[in-house]
């Protein structure tokens, strides 16, 4: 689970695959935790013996729960240019403002209500974004129940910036 928070973390995906890999992370760790509060099944079986097992438990339900800042939308097209561009602008908040904040990608595969995590959606391309009426459904609900969104044309996105108009 360690190796998967990181993994997440860095790439900013909420999700492997249609898994939330920090909701099934914890409920799985919770539910193996033992009642004294310690975990003593995972590392151990490396050797590392409870304390190691309960130091990575620690670690995955601290890092993974801080606050997100951003959603950035995954959609087809060229949603993608700059990987890292949240990645930095989250570390230039945390350590702007001496607190630790997230960044993560989410798509429409998912009901709206878990796009919450974040306040701001930030949707980016070159291209113009081509949203079946479902997915401009999900976005107007989003902004409905108190979502904002930016969007940001790359590469010059003349395309972009006329599809996001309209």
Not at 3 to 12: D, N, S, Y
Not at 49 to 74: C, D, H, I, K, Q
């Amino acid at each position: 689970l360690y190796g998967m928070e990181r993994v997440a973390l860095a790439t900013g995906y909420k999700y492997f695959g249609t898994h939330d890999w920090y909701k099934e992370g914890r409920n799985a760790l919770l539910a193996r935790k033992e009642a004294d509060g310690s975990w003593t099944r995972g590392a151990g079986s490396m050797g590392g013996g409870p304390s190691t097992s309960t130091a990575y438990a620690m670690l995955f339900l601290l890092r993974g729960s801080r606050p997100v800042l951003f959603n950035r939308l995954e959609y087809n097209g060229y949603w993608n240019n700059r990987p890292r561009a949240l990645a930095n602008l989250t570390r230039w908040f945390s350590n702007e403002f001496e607190h630790d904040v997230h960044w993560q990608i989410v798509n429409f595969n998912v009901p709206v209500e878990e796009w919450h995590d974040a306040p701001l959606m930030v949707i980016t391309g070159a291209q113009e974004p081509k949203f079946t009426d479902e997915q401009l459904d999900k976005l107007r609900t989003f902004v409905y129940q108190g979502g904002t969104i930016f969007s940001l044309a790359e590469c010059g996105g003349t395309k972009f910036k006329k599809g996001i108009r309209e």
